[in-house]
């Protein structure tokens, strides 16, 4: 089993889509969730932190396990998003795993068209309930 996290940072901006570099051999050139691959012996949270540092040049502050999305096409990948509600620095590109960072509003991030993951929707409609019931 192949374990990757993902990270959604949420703040007054929207949330943090970063678009994969076209070399990449996974996703090229698409919108994802910065986040990565677990290392042997790591857990979920440090490998967060580990790869929110590596990609985005920052430390997740606060944040809390959304929801796991086991891959359709395999049964041997398994993403575990995470919501990222406070951070050190602002994220910025740090290495060259991503050619762009944006924030958008949660519609228009179900708009996208060229997601790295269909099953990214699924996230954005928990994310919209939760930001529902805390704006009441």
Same mark, same amino acid.
Request: no cysteine; proline share 5%; charged share 25%.
């Given at each position: 089993?192949?374990?990757?996290?993902?990270?959604?940072?949420?703040?007054?901006?929207?949330?943090?889509?970063?678009?994969?570099? #076209?070399?990449?051999?996974?996703? #090229?050139?698409?919108?994802?969730?910065?986040?990565?691959?677990?290392?042997?012996?790591?857990?979920?949270?440090?490998?967060?932190?580990?790869?929110?540092?590596?990609?985005?040049?920052?430390? #997740?502050?606060? =944040?809390? =396990?959304?929801?796991?999305?086991?891959?359709?096409?395999? !049964?041997?990948?398994?993403f575990h998003? =995470?919501?990222?509600?406070s951070w050190?620095?602002? #994220?910025?590109?740090?290495?060259?795993?991503?050619?762009?960072?944006?924030?958008?509003?949660?519609?228009?991030?179900?708009?996208?068209?060229?997601?790295?993951?269909?099953?990214? !929707?699924?996230?954005?409609?928990?994310?919209?309930?939760?930001?529902?019931?805390?704006?009441?």
């Open positions: 089993m192949v374990d990757i996290v993902n990270a959604v940072f949420v703040g007054p901006k929207g949330i943090l889509l970063a678009r994969r570099s #076209p070399h990449k051999k996974a996703y #090229p050139d698409l919108w994802s969730l910065p986040g990565g691959h677990v290392e042997a012996s790591e857990t979920l949270e440090d490998a967060l932190i580990r790869e929110i540092a590596e990609e985005l040049n920052t430390k #997740p502050l606060s =944040f809390k =396990f959304l929801m796991q999305i086991d891959h359709p096409s395999t !049964s041997s990948v398994s998003i =995470f919501v990222v509600s050190e620095s602002e #994220p910025e590109i740090a290495n060259n795993e991503h050619t762009e960072l944006t924030w958008l509003s949660i519609e228009d991030a179900k708009g996208l068209r060229d997601l790295a993951l269909q099953e990214y !929707s699924e996230v954005f409609e928990r994310l919209q309930g939760i930001s529902s019931s805390t704006d009441a």
